[in-house]
């Protein structure tokens, strides 16, 4: 086992249709995540049944998934900026727990 010292984060994983990526962008950036993947045009089976990932007529009608990991005391805000918006659009959230090697890519210098 190595001896680097991992740091205990949570990874969200935020699936949107791609109208709303800006929505979630924006909540991620006033709450100051240091830092997000978007992935495009994601396929699936969920709620609503199958959605094909290939882009109809621009990427705001193909769905998109947003990644994130932040420190613990980031997601409950996160989730509250999240939690009306999903309960009027479709889309899903994920959270998971992580470990970092380099905790200073993702939370602020004495946290």
Known sequence: MSSMELHPMKEIKI???GEHL???TD???RIQASGYTIFSNISGKGHHGFHEGHLMFNDTSSL????TVVPEEKLDPILSA???FLERHSGGVFVLDV???RRDHFAPKGS
């Open 99 to 101: 470990s970092v090697l």
């Open 27 to 29: 909540i991620l950036d």
């Open 15 to 17: 699936i949107v249709e």
């Open 22 to 24: 800006h929505f979630v």
């Open 82 to 84: 999240l939690k009306p």
């Open 64 to 67: 998109q998934m947003i990644l």
